[in-house]
Each structure stands twice: as C-alpha cells, then as structure tokens.
C-alpha cells in the first residue's frame, strides 16, 4: 500500500513537470465574438458597480446616444475603441501566437495589439488608446494583464466610462476542440467603480475566413457601422 | 560708418555663404534646375542596432522581427531625384502635384486622409515594420498608420481580385529570397510621396533576400503599370534588423490637423 502510494506520487509529480513542458495552447486563427455585447455586465448580471460620479457621466453619454449625439464616442472618428471593448466588437480578430509576443490583428480599422509574454506591466507609460499589455501562460490559459490607458475612450458599446487607472485583465481559455474561446475581463479602476468586476465573453473560430482591408477613413462617417 | 557697412556687407556675404555650403539647392525633378520643381530631400533613415542588441537571426528564410529602412526617398523613381517612367501625361501630373506641394498646398492623397499609402510607398517609410511570419503567410504590421499587409504563401490571386489600398499579395521562396507578387490595388494612392501617379492595373514585384548575415534584408522593388508608366521598372532599398525597437501605437486619426479641403492638404 505504501508503495502504491509513492508509485502514484512520483506519477502526480511526473504529470505536473510534463505539463509545465508542454507547449501551451495554439490560440492562432481567426475569431468572432458568439453573442454581441451591447452594455456590460458583470458575470452574474448586474450592472457594473459604478461610483455615483462615474454614473453620471455613463448617464450623461446615454442621454447623448438617446439624442443621437454620439460625440463621446471616438469610434465615430476613427479612433482606437480602447479595451476591452475592442474586443467585444462584431468585427472578427486574429491571434497570431509567437512565443515571446501574443499578436491580435482586428478587422475593425486594422487596428493591432501586442502582448509581450512574461514580461512586467510597465509602471510609467504614455497612454495608449490600447494600453500596454503582458501575457503569461497560466496553465492552459492565456492571461494578459494591460494598463497604460487614454481615459478619453469608453469600456463598452453602451458608453460605460473609466479614467486613467483602468487595469484589464483578459483570461482566454481554449475549449476541448479547440474551436471556441472563453473569455473572462476583470476590470479594475477604482476612480471609476466602487470595486473590481468581472465580465465574461465568447468566441468560435472562423477556419478559412481572411480578414479583408477594413479602412474606417475612407468610409463616411454616416456609413460607419454603429456597435 | 562706412566701414560699418562694409563689414556688415562683408558679414552677410560669409553667412550666406555659410548658409548655402550648409544646404546645398534642393534637387529638382530629372535635374531640371526648374526652383518649381524642387524635390524633397530624402532622410537618412534607421542606422543598425545599437551594440549589445541581438544579433540577426542568419535563417535566411525567418524574415521575422522588427525592420526598419535605412534611407527614404519622397520620390520613387529608379534613381534618386529621377521619376518613375511616366507617360507623358502622368508626368505632367507629377509636375502639377510637386509645384502645388512648393507653393505650400500640396494635393490631398490617401495618406493625409489616414488611409493606407499603397505600393510601393508603404514599404518607403521611416517607420519600422514588423514581420510576424507564420506557416502559411508574412504579416507586415507597419507603424504608420497601421498599415497591415498579408502575404500570403498558401495560395494564388483569387481570380476576382478586390481593388484595395494596399492589394492582394502571395508570395513564394525562389532560394534564398522571397518574391512577393501584388495586384488588386485601387488608384487612390500615389506611387510616392511626390505624387507619380499609378492606376488599378499596377502590378508590384517585390524580391527579398537577407544579407549581412542577418543584419540586414535587401528589397528589390519592381513597378509594372501599362496605364501610367512607359515600362517597368526597379529600385533598391534595405532595412535594418531592429531588435531593439518595439513598434508603437500610431493613430493618424487622432490629430489629423493636415485635413483636405477642396482636394488641398490644409493645415489647421
């Protein structure tokens, strides 16, 4: 009995050292978003716990949209929509996975993001409209950690605000058969909610799909698709 | 008081000579000598990595990593200060476009308009450009302006080929170098940043081939077009392994102070 029970020990750890090994998941290819979303929720479907002055503002840009004033929004010029809510866009996206950088190329304007793998989150840098972002393997889940943001851009398709101190965390799970992906978003910003949230998003693999020259400058901005 | 005068004459002589053995006169189209016809002059570009980066990778077929060009021409023609072999025509609309860019309203192209610069221009930036390469295909994510090209090596032209900015490219090894075939390309982009004119027929061949032992990757451009051009024709460029640079956010949109009005490039 005792021997049985070093016998399975040494497998146990043999198990874990051979998973360390093991390459991580191939996340490559193109991916569009399952279910569209509109205004986020957190995973067990409330609203997001905004601060009472975070509220008015996400309440002033829903008057303005009610209104058809969309300029809150920088995606009606082209900009960058910022995360997450990129990626919750109805545009598909490809990942091209290297193992020092996890590439996203959007069809939406083109528009690229890296994240540097097992790299430190800087603690002094511009903002970018995209942030900054890092990635680690956690197990077999892709984990990417990103700060760095304009506050001028919105966290969702309904206007949800935040400032400066917005930290993403994107946790990406691959399913069995390798044809969906699971996307859980905790979303910190404590000048904006009253406490870290998270969301959750899916994606199914779109084998065989090219993602064609989308050029939101040479569309007019009445043609521009609304999300 | 006279002196003065003398002095202060003599003066200004030396500073102006000082001043033109400092910036010799511009290049003028094909040597014209016309002031009207004043080329940009090109910059010097990306010097190679600084001591202490990462070697080159010598793999000659891993293009991947961060490239940036080592000189950059305003003008594309088969020489610099020479122009593309326009027809009669379209060199006439070159000369149009390089004097409205002297008097100070330059014509409005794509790029001004943060669209796509199109070919070959894309690939004359001073911005670096990275090569994400994946079994099947190149990626070409570019700084300016995200431009994005796809290259892809698992197929040929689809037969009816969509006319975008930046076209439809495949591309196979021949050896050590990669040829790159592009069609498909709308005409709303120049040729070049001074305005040769291309039209939905060009055709662009693109030879890469790594030197330097990595270091460096030469580009031979060839420019085909039976609308705009009297015959095709070649350049040379190369680009520095750049290992050092990481590619940053560009976002033309944001501050797009050189909007078009009119068809003209206004500063606001």
Redesign the interface.
């Known amino acids: 009995m005792k021997r049985l029970r070093l016998l399975l020990s040494a497998a146990a750890l043999g198990a874990v050292s051979l998973n360390a090994l093991a390459d991580p998941p191939d996340l490559?290819g193109v991916w569009s978003i399952t279910t569209h979303v509109g205004a986020l929720k957190t995973v067990d479907g409330h609203a997001p716990p905004l601060t009472p002055e975070a509220m008015k503002v996400f309440e002033a840009h829903r008057a303005a949209a009610a209104k058809g004033d969309y300029s809150y929004d920088g995606t009606t010029?082209?900009?960058?929509p910022g995360l997450p809510r990129l990626m919750l866009m109805r545009e598909p996206f490809e990942i091209?996975q290297?193992p020092k950088v996890i590439?996203f190329?959007h069809q939406l304007?083109?528009?690229?993001r890296?994240a540097y793998v097992d790299e430190a989150l800087p603690t002094d840098v511009d903002p970018?409209?995209?942030g900054y972002s890092v990635a680690k393997w956690d197990g077999d889940a892709l984990v990417i950690d990103s700060n760095g943001f304009e506050d001028g851009t919105v966290l969702d398709n309904a206007g949800l605000p935040h400032s400066d101190a917005l930290h993403v965390t994107e946790r990406y799970e691959l399913s069995k058969d390798g044809k969906h992906l699971h996307l859980k978003l905790t979303i910190d910003d404590p000048k904006t909610f009253t406490q870290a949230w998270s969301a959750q998003a899916d994606y199914v693999k779109k084998p065989g799909y090219?993602?064609?020259?989308d050029?939101?400058?040479?569309t007019p901005p009445d043609k521009r698709p609304r999300s | 008081m006279r002196n003065l005068i003398k002095t202060s004459l003599m003066l200004l002589g030396l500073l102006f000579a000082a001043a033109t053995m400092a910036a010799p006169p511009p290049k003028t189209l094909n040597d014209s000598g016309d002031p009207t016809l004043a080329l940009t002059p090109g910059l010097r570009g990306a010097d190679k990595a600084p001591p202490g980066s990462p070697p080159g990778n010598p793999d000659p077929h891993d293009l991947n990593g961060v490239w940036w060009m080592s000189g950059y021409q305003y003008l594309l023609g088969p020489e610099p200060g020479v122009a593309p072999p326009l027809k009669p025509e379209y060199l006439a609309i070159l000369e149009r476009r390089i004097r409205a860019k002297n008097r100070g309203t330059p014509e409005a192209d794509a790029s001004t308009q943060c669209m796509p610069h199109g070919m070959p221009r894309i690939m004359e930036s001073p911005y670096p450009i990275e090569i994400v390469q994946t079994p099947e295909r190149l990626t070409f994510l570019h700084e300016v302006a995200h431009n994005l090209r796809r290259i892809w090596l698992n197929r040929d032209h689809p037969k009816n080929v969509p006319h975008t900015f930046l076209g439809d490219s495949v591309g196979h090894w021949e050896g050590d170098t990669l040829v790159v075939d592009t069609i498909g390309l709308n005409d709303r982009t120049f040729i070049d940043d001074e305005g040769s004119s291309h039209s939905t027929q060009e055709h662009v061949i693109e030879r890469y081939r790594k030197i330097d032992n990595g270091a460096t990757l030469e580009l031979i451009m060839t420019v085909e077009d039976p609308v705009t051009l009297e015959h095709p024709y070649s350049y040379r460029r190369v680009f520095r392994w750049r290992p050092d640079v990481r590619p940053q956010e560009y976002v033309c949109e944001e501050n797009n102070r050189n909007a078009p009005v009119n068809g003209i490039t206004v500063a606001k």
């Open positions: 490559s010029e082209c900009l960058p091209l290297k590439y190329v304007n083109r528009l690229p890296r970018h409209y995209l090219e993602l064609p020259e050029v939101c400058a040479a």
